[in-house]
C-alpha cells in the first residue's frame, strides 16, 4: 500500500440476523441443536462486535404450552461457550400471549462483543442515548419499555385472520459515532394459494404494501431525528403467484375442480398437453405442489427472482443487496430433509434484510474499504425448521453516520 496514504482502520464488524423459529418450538429436541450449531458456525465466522437476532413466532404456534422451551433456549444463547465473549446482552420478547391486543410473537436479541467500547441505546421516552452495560431481559408487558416502540398491526389490516400476531419493535442504537435504527417485522402471509393466484399483484401482496408502508411512515416521522435503519423480519413477500403459474405451466392445460355443495373452486390442476398428460402443478388453498422442485435450487432459484416484485413499490424507501441464496421457505421440518421445500406454499424469499437508502451508503463504503460484505442463508443442507435464517455481515465505515444527530448525539466516552 505504500504511496497510498494509510487506510482508514476499519470499523465495527455488525451481523444482523433474521429467524423466524416458530417450527423450533414444535419440535425442540431436533430441531433447536441444529439452528443453534449453524447460527454459532456463522458468528464464528464473522465474528461480530455487535450482533442482532430478530425472531418471529418466537414460542411456536403455541405460546402456552412452549414456554419452558422459550427459556431454555433464551438461556442458552445468553451463556453458552459459542458467546462468551458477548459481555452485554439486550434481550425483548413479547410474550405477553394473553393479549390479543398487542401480542406480536416478536423477539430481538442484540449482542455486544467484549472488545466493544462506545455502544449506546436510544431511549425514546428521555429522546437520549443510554450507556449499554451488563445483560438485561424485558418480556411481558414491552408496550411499557422505554428502550424500544413495538406495535400490532391493526386487525382490520387483515381481517380474515383472527389471530394475527404481526407487528413490529424498533430500537435505537450508536455505535462509533454512527446512529440506526433496527426493525424487527413481520408482516402478513397468503392465506390461500388459490387467491393469490387470481390476480396480479396478489390481494396479499397488496395487504403487505400497506402494513410496511405505515412502519416505514412510523420510523422516519417528526418526533425522533432521523436515522439511518435496518429493517429485517420475516415480510412474508411472495413471488406474483399468477405469473410464476403461467411461466412454470407454459403449455400445460388446467382442469378446475369445484365443491359440490358450494360450487367454489377448491383446486386447480395443471397437465402437460401431451407426454400422458402428466401432472405439472396441483393448486389449493394450502397446496403448491409442482412436480420438479429442482426449478427452486438450480443456480439458488435466481431465475425466479424476476417474479419477486413486492420490493419494488419502496424501491425509493428500502435497498437490499444481491439476493444469490434459494427461497428461505417453506421448507420440510423433517429433520431428515434440510433442502427440501415442503408443497404447502410455492418458496418464496420471505425472509430478508432491508435498509434505508442511508444505511446502504454504511454497507457499501464499509465494502469499498474492506471486501467483507456478505448477505447469505444459513443452514442450507440442515432442517432449520421451515424457515432458514436470513443475514447480512458486514464492516461500519469510520464515522459514516454522523449526519443528522444534532441533538441525540450520546456523550462522548473517555474510552
Known amino acids: ?40 458456525q456463522v458468528v464464528h465466522a464473522h465474528t461480530p462486535h455487535f450482533l442482532a437476532l430478530h425472531c418471529q413466532e418466537f414460542g411456536g404456534k403455541n405460546y402456552e404450552a412452549s414456554m419452558a422451551h422459550v427459556d431454555k433456549f433464551v438461556k442458552e444463547l445468553l451463556s453458552s461457550d459459542a458467546m462468551k465473549e458477548y459481555n452485554r446482552a439486550r434481550v425483548y420478547l413479547d410474550e405477553n400471549y394473553k393479549s390479543q391486543e398487542h401480542f ?24 437520549k442515548y443510554k450507556k449499554v452495560t451488563g445483560k438485561e431481559i424485558y418480556s411481558d408487558t414491552l408496550e411499557s419499555t422505554a ?24 430500537t435505537r442504537w450508536c455505535i462509533a459515532d454512527c446512529a440506526f435504527d433496527l426493525v424487527n417485522i413481520h408482516l402478513f402471509h397468503d392465506a390461500s394459494n388459490l387467491v393469490a393466484w387470481e390476480s396480479s399483484p396478489s390481494v396479499y401482496a397488496g395487504i403487505r404494501h400497506r402494513a410496511l408502508g405505515y412502519v416505514l411512515d412510523r420510523i422516519v416521522d417528526q418526533r425522533f431525528e432521523k436515522a439511518a435503519y435496518f ?13 410464476v403459474v403461467e411461466t412454470l405451466c407454459t403449455k400445460a392445460t388446467m382442469q378446475t375442480v369445484r365443491a359440490a355443495d358450494t360450487n ?34 438450480d443456480s439458488n432459484g ?7 416484485r413486492e420490493l419494488s413499490v419502496f424501491k425509493d424507501r428500502l435497498c437490499e ?80 453516520g454522523r449526519r ?11 474510552l
Open 147 to 170: 428502550m424500544l416502540e413495538k406495535e400490532k398491526f391493526p386487525q382490520c389490516y387483515f381481517p380474515e385472520c383472527k389471530w394475527s400476531r404481526k407487528g413490529f419493535i424498533r
Open 264 to 297: 367454489e373452486v377448491v383446486k386447480l390442476i395443471f397437465r402437460e398437453s401431451d407426454n400422458d398428460r402428466k401432472v405439472m402443478l396441483q393448486l389449493e388453498k394450502k397446496l403448491f405442489e409442482y412436480f420438479n422442485q429442482d426449478v427452486f435450487r
Open 104 to 127: 406480536t410473537a416478536l423477539g430481538s436479541f442484540y449482542f455486544l462483543h467484549e472488545s466493544l467500547k462506545n455502544i449506546y441505546q436510544f431511549d425514546f421516552k428521555a429522546k
Open 321 to 400: 443487496l444481491d439476493i444469490c441464496f434459494p427461497p428461505s421457505y417453506p421448507y420440510s421440518e423433517d429433520s431428515s430433509q434440510g433442502q427440501l421445500y415442503m408443497s404447502t406454499r410455492c418458496p418464496a424469499w420471505c425472509d430478508r434484510v432491508l435498509m434505508s437508502p442511508t444505511a446502504k451508503e454504511l454497507v457499501l463504503r464499509s465494502e469499498s474499504e474492506e471486501k467483507v460484505v456478505t448477505y447469505d442463508h444459513m443452514g442450507p443442507s440442515v432442517c432449520m425448521g421451515d424457515h432458514k435464517p436470513v443475514f447480512l455481515a458486514f464492516r461500519l465505515a469510520p464515522g459514516a
Open 231 to 243: 429493517v429485517f423480519g420475516d415480510f412474508n413477500f411472495r413471488l406474483d403467484s399468477k405469473s
Open 302 to 308: 435466481t431465475a425466479l427472482l424476476e417474479f419477486d
Open 404 to 414: 443528522g444527530q444534532r441533538h441525540e448525539k450520546p456523550p462522548r466516552d473517555p
Open 1 to 40: 500500500m505504500a504511496g497510498k496514504g494509510k487506510a482508514a482502520p476499519a470499523g465495527p464488524a455488525l451481523l444482523l440476523v433474521t429467524a423466524n423459529v416458530g417450527s423450533l418450538f414444535d419440535d425442540p429436541e431436533n430441531l433447536q441443536k441444529n439452528w443453534l450449531r449453524e447460527f454459532y
